[in-house]
């Protein structure tokens, strides 16, 4: 942390003024009830009422400066203060600035850490799926192969009046019939068991801290976007770069908006409440 000067004892500001004399507010008034009750129908009047009016440039004259006498120095003071307080608020502003643009940018990269881990997760348990079920089709394949090679040798006893031969060897394909059938099938549902793990994030969870998505529009071609405007008059009130309804549109249609010219993206920000 810089260090900080020491504070001088006299104060930064130190007005007082006289108030205003009571006449003040008086004269004003009677000067307004006078001019209420002019009446000119006369030359003679006229130029009483010329005379009236001097006097009240007069004493406006005299109000003006009595305010300024006091509002002189309190604007003077205000200027001095805004100046004193500038350099720590823009330093200030400029230590929030960078430290949120580190904490989201370690955000983003932690979001695309977790992405890529998400992505290595799920192509692994995908290819185990289909390990899974390569394994299954090789099993039915064999099991199928193997009650087949049974049946025929089971035909073959049958020809050569072999019955329990034939009885036992078509016994036996039946059986390799169904220990495929279970084999298949558990391994059918072990490939629906697999899911890829969820990947989490190293950003840790702070009190006060909260980010958010906002959605914002701009032009990034000028001609373009005009060239848009003069083929879709229906968009003509968007002549205007930036204008409200450009906003209004863009907003509502996002990413499916469809000028060209115009950018649609969502920006990330960083909100944080005092300590």
């Not at 007069?58 to 500038?86: D, H, S």
């Not at 071609?221 to 002549?239: G, M, N, S, T, W």
């Amino acid at each position: 942390m810089a260090t900080v000067e020491q504070a001088h004892d006299a104060p930064l500001v130190d007005l007082k003024f006289d108030r205003p004399p009571a006449t003040l507010q008086k004269t004003a008034q009677d000067a307004l009830s006078t001019a209420k009750a002019y009446v000119i129908d006369s030359p003679e009047m006229y130029a009483l009422a010329a005379d009236e009016l001097q006097q009240i440039k007069t004493l406006q004259k005299n109000v003006e400066a009595q305010r300024t006498a006091i509002t002189g120095p309190m604007n003077t003071a205000l200027k001095a203060v805004n100046a004193l307080f500038k350099a720590p608020g823009d330093w200030l502003d400029q230590a929030e600035t960078i430290l949120k643009r580190s904490m989201l940018t370690f955000q983003q990269e932690e979001e695309r850490k977790r992405r890529e881990a998400q992505r290595i997760a799920e192509a692994a348990a995908a290819a185990e799926r289909a390990r899974l079920a390569e394994e299954a089709a090789a099993e039915q394949a064999r099991a199928d192969a193997e009650a087949e090679t049974l049946r025929q040798q089971a035909e073959q006893a049958k020809k050569t009046g072999d019955v329990e031969a034939a009885a036992r060897l078509t016994s036996q394909a039946e059986s390799r019939v169904e220990e495929g059938a279970v084999a298949v099938q558990e391994l059918a549902q072990t490939k629906e068991l697999i899911s890829a793990p969820t990947a989490t994030v190293a950003v840790p969870k702070v009190r006060g801290l909260s980010t958010r998505r906002v959605w914002k529009v701009e032009i990034t071609d000028k001609l373009a976007f005009v060239r848009y405007i003069v083929e879709h008059p229906e968009y003509l009130e968007l002549v205007e770069a930036n204008v409200p309804a450009l906003n209004k549109i863009g907003l509502a249609l996002k990413q499916a908006c469809p000028i060209d010219g115009v950018r649609v993206f969502e920006d990330e920000q960083l909100a944080s409440r005092a300590a």
